[in-house]
């Protein structure tokens, strides 16, 4: 018997017992679905968080204020000391002292109100210097960022971001239009062009003025000058593989502007992009195992009911393999005839199974918020594993069938 | 008796065992039967007819003795080899018909060609001739429950006779059927023994029996020849 026909057998008999094959191929396809969707979600977060975390801008190193882990245990005041200055963004920025650092963003904000008129809208106000759209990478929309001279003097001007600006001004050509904060007035010199928001940071929604200004009228502690606290300094190496160049020169100058002689008393931790990154997907790669740990149980769960289906097939058919052997069938020929009836229904299940998870791939993400990539290896691979199922659940009972003698087999009511 | 024996046995013992128990249901069976003879096997039930149906159909092999078909000797083969005899050399016909209700009668009766490895044109072809020659020339596209018993025996009988087997092996082909449709079938029967086929037929009917060139009664495991005639 050639092996079209004994596929087309084994498909007469599926659809023969048309309510259980369902029932069974529905069991492989939810395991498959499973699989497909959790290794996609487990990537769509992962995409989610590299794409966050490089919106940042690239080639980014982050210092912030307090050390990570002082030697004795004790960690510093993470992020709330005020350890960073201007005059170190100043030092970072020389191109003598640190050739590999390409521009340096000191960043300090907090929330405020910012009105226009009756509109009020409140948003994060951040105080930086110039480099600042070239280190994090954005561009304007409208108009132009401040500009060094005006922020030497601290004057009044603001960048607003284009959700900020449509919510006070109802349109994003809002340059040359002015705002207050806090009774004074602002002149909105450029509007970001959009970059999406994150999880947890909104990219479009925020202000951007100049550090003078901002230590001098926005900032709650008022210290004004050069001395003013940094929160948060990002710092751009010139190329991806002068970033630890870049690190190495910045631990160094900081920690002699800060006079710190051993390394695990500094006041300041940088971390790097690709550390956040990497900390990021290490996560995710565990949180992936787990769910492709419990899709994989959903499969062989699946897979224990195309042995179930099997070992029913051949009890209930147990006079049609006496007839087919006294015809002549081979045991072989009965043994393959059963072993592709199991792979079919692994493969019909494994193949809707794929359509199901890439439907759910392209519907699901809307609802949940969160990206589903389709990955094809997965999904070959897990059609791959719901016919291997079938082939090895089938594989049993298959034997079985074979193994009949043809006198009991007849005999059987 | 024949002068040219294709289906001898010698001295032929089966032996079934369950546990402890052992029950001997042929006590030593010696049979000639020759080259297009038609030949009934009769006997009550539980006399070893049975048995002795499955040992000529190379369903089952002896326990003892040597039983040969067309010259090749069937105690030293394996499930494979007989499988390929019975493809071969053994046409079966069944009580109950056991014809498979899914496929139609063309594709019933092209079985055997498909494990013999005959090609899909040529086996069609044989097919439909085979049912041709039973009469059912006009139903091959039919599935056996749309057939009468009687139509769906003849779809047997031609799935038998479709390999041009050695041995036609018939058991109780009358025993489902009304006595119209068993008088066709044993018609048939007389008309493929004039085509020169060996037939056996087992049957518990004497009225059956009758009919064939020659007749053996089987009782208690061993066998007489000409039993019942008298």
Request: hydrophobic content about 45%.
């Amino acid at each position: 018997m050639s092996w079209g026909e004994t596929i087309r057998t084994g498909l007469t008999a599926i659809r023969s017992h048309a309510m259980r094959s369902v029932l069974t191929i529905v069991g492989i396809l939810i395991g498959i679905a499973a699989v497909i969707l959790t290794v996609g979600l487990g990537l769509g977060t992962q995409k989610d968080v590299s794409e966050s975390i490089s919106s940042l801008g690239s080639n980014l190193l982050i210092v912030r204020p307090g050390s990570a882990t002082s030697a004795a245990g004790i960690r510093g005041g993470f992020g709330s000391s005020t350890s960073l200055t201007m005059d170190d963004a100043a030092a970072l920025g020389s191109s003598l002292a640190a050739p590999d650092i390409a521009g340096v963003a000191p960043e300090a904000s907090t929330s405020v109100s910012l009105e226009n008129g009756d509109v009020n809208w409140t948003a994060s106000v951040t105080g930086t210097t110039t480099s600042w759209p070239q280190v994090r990478s954005r561009t304007l929309l409208a108009g132009e960022f401040f500009t060094e001279a005006q922020a030497e003097q601290a004057a009044n001007v603001i960048v607003l971001g284009a959700e900020t600006a449509t919510q006070l001004f109802g349109t994003t050509w809002a340059a040359g239009r002015s705002l207050t904060i806090d009774s004074t007035t602002y002149e909105v010199v450029g509007v970001l062009a959009e970059r999406g928001s994150s999880d947890d940071t909104d990219l479009d929604d925020l202000a951007v003025v100049p550090m003078q200004t901002y230590a001098a009228r926005i900032s709650s502690t008022g210290t004004a000058g050069t001395g003013a606290p940094v929160q948060t300094m990002y710092i751009q190496a010139t190329a991806a593989d002068t970033l630890s160049a870049a690190y190495q020169e910045a631990e160094t100058l900081l920690a002699n502007l800060h006079g710190i002689t051993d390394s695990s008393a500094a006041d300041f931790s940088i971390s790097s992009q690709d550390a956040l990154v990497s900390t990021a997907t290490a996560v995710y790669r565990t949180l992936t195992v787990l769910l492709v740990g419990i899709a994989a149980i959903a499969l062989l769960v699946g897979g224990i009911g195309v042995m179930n289906i099997m070992l029913v097939s051949v009890t209930e058919r147990t006079r049609e393999i006496g007839l087919r052997k006294a015809l002549g069938a081979k045991p072989s020929a009965i043994r393959r005839q059963f072993l592709v009836e199991a792979t079919a229904l692994g493969l019909v299940g494994g193949v809707l199974g794929a359509g199901l998870g890439i439907a759910g791939a392209i519907a699901l993400p809307q609802a949940l918020g969160s990206s589903i990539v389709v990955s094809w290896p997965a999904v070959f691979g897990a059609v791959a594993v719901a016919v291997g199922i079938g082939l090895v659940f089938g594989t049993y009972p298959a034997t079985r069938a074979a193994r009949l003698a043809p006198v009991d087999a007849l005999r059987d009511e | 008796m024949a002068d040219q024996a294709v289906l001898r046995l010698e001295n032929v013992r089966k032996v079934y065992s369950a546990g402890e128990i052992e029950f001997e249901a042929l006590h030593g069976v010696s049979l000639d039967i020759g080259q297009g003879e038609y030949v009934a096997v009769a006997g009550p039930s539980g006399s070893g007819k049975s048995t002795l149906m499955n040992i000529l159909g190379c369903l089952d092999v002896a326990t003892e003795g040597r039983y040969e078909i067309a010259g090749q000797d069937v105690g030293q083969m394996d499930e494979s080899e007989l499988a390929e005899l019975r493809c071969r050399q053994i046409g079966f016909v069944f009580q109950q018909f056991n014809l498979l209700p899914s496929m139609s009668a063309w594709r019933n009766v092209e079985l055997p060609l498909s494990y013999a490895g005959v090609a899909p044109a040529q086996r069609r072809r044989r097919a439909i001739d085979a049912l041709e020659s039973v009469g059912l020339g006009d139903k091959i596209d039919n599935r056996p429950g749309q057939l009468s018993g009687g139509q769906q025996q003849r779809v047997a009988i031609a799935r038998a006779l479709v390999s041009e087997p050695t041995l036609l092996l018939a058991d109780e082909p009358t025993g489902n059927l009304d006595t119209a449709s068993a008088k066709e079938i044993l018609g048939i029967f007389d008309q493929v023994h004039r085509a020169g086929r060996t037939i056996v037929l087992i049957t518990h009917d004497w009225d059956v029996a009758r009919r064939a060139g020659r007749s053996i009664e089987v009782r208690d495991g061993t066998i007489l020849e000409g039993g019942g005639r008298a």
